[in-house]
């Protein structure tokens, strides 16, 4: 069998000539048809491919792309987070072993998340992605279990927070005047402080929710909660108003000293 020139796409290839791809060699044999014919190929034919952009999209060029952004350490943190520490019995549960898998999940989560109060918590099966920079915590702020938090924007939380379980967080939504894709928009979300929020409660990007607030189990904020207010519903709408107990307001991370 003759063997030409690699396949160089956008170009025509004469028998003798080959095709190299990525996963096979192809070769027109100029002395026997073999199978060709299944394809529509014959002796004396030309065969004319377009040329093929292929990205690679293996587990090593992901995890490559990884430890480029994060650095080695964050990376190491990551694999170590979800490989082990999210899939640790819940912090309230089993005595001593849950004690130790919330510490397991603070140390790491200290190397993630952008800043930390001394004392915070992040429950079983919290779901990050790989943004873990753009998320900061509070004294005594708690992330509950199974909370799943994704988007482009910061989410920052103020000290003294209680969370519920499988509370969404979405920092980024998509556009929607076209009708077909037009990209999205971004906004960071800011929990103040002392802030409770009931479990299944979805906060979607660019909402603040001021100090003291009480956000009803369910809810879905679309909108900036005030200070001491307690709200609750689809969208969620205030009910009535708490005490006057504010205090430092939380607008950046750096107002968390």
Known sequence: MAKGRPYQGGTSLRNGQSCRGLSSTL???????RSWSRVGLRRGHYLVFPPVNV????????????????????????????????HLPYETRWA??????????????RVLFRKTGGEFSVGK????????????????ANIGNHAWIRGGGQVICGSDIM??????????????????????????VVIGNNVWIGGRVTILKGVT?????VVGAGSVV????????????????????????DGPVVTSPESLV
């Open 222 to 245: 679309t909108r900036d909660v005030p200070a001491n207010a307690i709200v609750a519903g689809n969208p969620a709408r205030i009910l009535r108003m708490r005490s006057d107990t």
């Open 209 to 213: 929710i001021g100090n003291n607030a």
């Open 96 to 109: 001593g072993i849950g004690k130790l898998s919330g510490l397991v999940r603070r140390i790491l989560c």
């Open 163 to 188: 969370m519920g379980e499988f509370v969404l967080i979405y920092t980024q939504d998509h556009k929607i005047h076209g009708q077909e894709y037009d990209g999205y928009t971004v906004g960071d």
């Open 55 to 86: 990205e690679p999209n293996t587990l090593f060029s992901r995890m490559l792309g990884k430890l480029r952004k994060h650095g080695l350490r964050r990376t190491l943190a990551y694999f170590l987070y979800y490989g082990v520490a999210y």
């Open 125 to 140: 099966h919290v779901d990050f992605d790989f943004l873990g920079h753009l998320i900061t915590l509070g004294e005594r």
């Open 27 to 33: 070769y027109i044999d100029a002395k026997r048809e």
